[in-house]
């Protein structure tokens, strides 16, 4: 099953600070964030593990919670290159197999 | 991280016809995966290349439409074949990083298909 993300779109000033999450019906081993800008391939921006261990972006934090099988990303002090469509990824313990969300418009604005 | 590099960047095509796109990493990588963006759409997963075996496909998508090549650990191959409009969409290859311990994954630029 996809998991499904929140807010579908976001608008937000510059400097302003968002949180996108992704939730999924299905416990999850690991989850991908990626950031993907118009006519360009998704950009890796952080991996969270089951058992808390996390790899990524220094600008951006990020949070799983296993027993919800939830995760939210944060975006503080936004800008105007945080514009994108943001995706999660989620991996049930498959081999590497990512079931992406719908995705999360984010615009920044001067 | 790897390199990945694909082609063709893009290409437009006549329907019934097929098109080979290319997937090179510059480091030898275990399993490769395919995907498909529709467009203004999410990525769906059309099956993983694995080399020495046959690719594993996900539900939706078959060996006839998606023929699969992975010939060695730093190539593969993704066939669409016998094209209609539906078929357009952005294909991509991914890796997961073959110097880190965390699996995460890396995408290569994508191949931007249009099928008239």
């Known amino acids: 099953q996809q998991p499904v993300q929140s807010p579908q779109a976001v608008i937000l000033r510059e400097g302003e600070d968002a949180v996108i999450n992704c939730s999924s019906s299905k416990a999850l081993y690991s989850v991908h964030w990626y950031r993907q800008k118009h006519g360009e391939a998704p950009v890796f921006l952080m991996i969270?593990?089951?058992?808390?261990e996390q790899k990524g972006h220094e600008k951006i934090s990020a949070s799983f919670n296993e027993k919800k099988q939830q995760s939210s990303l944060y975006l503080t002090a936004s800008q105007l290159s945080y514009s994108g469509t943001y995706f999660c990824?989620?991996?049930?313990?498959?081999?590497?197999?990512?079931?992406f969300g719908q995705g999360t418009e984010l615009s920044v604005k001067p | 991280s790897a390199v990945i590099s694909q082609k063709p960047s893009r290409d437009i095509c006549q329907r019934g016809t097929s098109l080979t796109i290319q997937c090179q990493v510059d480091s030898q990588v275990t399993m490769m995966f395919w995907y498909r963006q529709q467009p203004g759409q999410s990525l769906t997963l059309i099956a993983t290349?694995?080399?020495?075996?046959?690719?594993?496909?996900e539900s939706g998508f078959v060996i006839d439409k998606f023929p699969i090549s992975r010939p060695n650990l730093t190539f593969s191959t993704l066939t669409v074949s016998n094209m209609s409009p539906e078929d357009s969409s952005i294909y991509l290859c991914?890796?997961?990083?073959?110097?880190?311990?965390?699996?995460?994954?890396?995408f290569g630029p994508g191949t931007r298909l249009t099928v008239l």
């Open positions: 990824g989620t991996d049930r313990g498959s081999g590497g197999k990512l079931i």
């Open positions: 969270l593990l089951k058992g808390g």
């Open positions: 991914s890796v997961e990083d073959p110097f880190s311990s965390y699996n995460e994954q890396f």
């Open positions: 290349a694995n080399q020495g075996s046959e690719a594993t496909y």
